[in-house]
């Protein structure tokens, strides 16, 4: 076969001085960039076509081998999907040896995990701190400040401190009483067992005693212990199947791969390294490589790990090894410890504390003003003014009280005027509120429409403060209308070429149809 003796002279792809054209390259020649002389020719028959140009066979040679020399490997272009680890950046962790994993100077953290907010040292100091955050109780705190002071006290120190003090107390016990709840909760975590390799044999093990290295073995609807790499499945392939509802709340089910160079070896009998990136709360991305025995190191990544709190579904036993273990696993790194939630009447009650607050110091602003008119009026009759008198006549003998002059009184009218307009701001309210959350609660727990016949377990209010939030809905976000509904549909009826076939009808003819008309009906009715 002859060539002509001249050919269109393509004008080479964008793709190969690396700027994105897309009027010059189609969809298809884009993504067989990989084999130049495919992406060429695309390039060429659309230019044959549309140019009339007649160069030489020549220029279609150079600009070919152009092609190629671009497409060679270079460190620019050709960018992994994993970056190197270097050392000082990576743990080490050795499958099956997890004494050698552990030894110094790693001493990674055990696999236990604490979700409590206070211990026994840090609950006073903690507990009060976080409970004048509410303004009353900055409030009543003034106000029992103010009794300790001779020249104001209306009661003893003792009664002005006793409604604080009960109302600390009230909030404290229920605040420890709810800590002891997660403090249980994390016992039972803990103590949960788990199917660990120990001696060539699967033995059960506590959760909170395994360690990085560990082996262990999953069986279908367990939940995982640990944030582990997969080793081997009882799939001939390598699949496993994990339900990730615990950590981004999609109940479909994410698929998990092991390597084939894992899967081929028992894992009593696998040995080897893997090097991974340290602890991170990316639950989206994973890096790392596994050495079995000197070969060459395999790539692991997203899909050959499987984290902490997911459920193996669909998948008969799954073994892996533990890389992340207790607080270093990512649902705990993601996990910012127990909140301190305040509900929105909490909120609005600290918004209408401080308006009246502010109405208070403005009346007790005034009162004491007018307190130093009076005085400067008055001040060559203060020795014998009753129930002003800066002299004092028990005795024959004159004497003088301890008069500190004008302006000190105008500041002791003003603090006298805190106590007197207190009742603004009723203490009573606050033990009020603290009370019939508790009894809501306990009427919450005890509502029997709220069992569940399914896991025999109750309704549970974990926290006491947040009680009248409950459905009280502002926002709705949803990215389709079968997240709140359930999208059941019940047939009532159908006509098809004229005949009804309804439940009742029996496919009778339908005389609501057209005459001439052939079109078919299926009404359903939404519940």
Known sequence: MELPAS???????????HSPSPSILSRSARSAADTPSVTFAADFRSRSRAESTSPSFESFRTARSRLSVSRRSTPEHHVGSQRDLRDEDARFVYINDAARTNAPPAMFPNNSVRTTKYSILTFIPRNLYEQ??????????????????????????AAGTAPLSVVLAVTAVKDAYEDWRRHRSDKNENNRSASVLVDGVFRPKRWKEMQVGDVVRVVANETLPCDMVLLSTSDPTGVAYVQTINLDGESNLKTRYAKQETMLTPPEALAGVIKCEKPNRNIYGFLATVDLDGRRAVSLGTSNIMLRGCELKNTVWAIGVAVYTGSETKVMLNSSGAPSKRSRLETDMNRETAALAVILVVLCFVVALLAGIWLGEHNDQLGIIHFFRTNDYSSLQVRKYDWLGAGAQVVFTFLSGVIQFQIMIPIALFISMEMVRAGQAYSMVQDNHMFDDKSKTRFQCRALNINEDLGQIKYVFSDKTGTLTENKMEFQCASVHGRDFSDSSGGKEDRNTMPGKQFSLIQFEFP
Do not use: E, G, T
């Not at 004008?11 to 001085?17: G, N, Q, R, Y």
């Not at 409030?139 to 209306?154: C, E, G, M, S, T």
């Open 7 to 17: 050919l269109p002279d393509p004008v080479p792809s964008p793709i190969l001085k």
């Open 132 to 157: 004048f955050h509410r303004l009353a109780y900055v409030y009543f705190l003034i106000l029992a400040a103010l009794n300790f002071i001779p020249q104001l006290h209306v009661n003893s120190a």
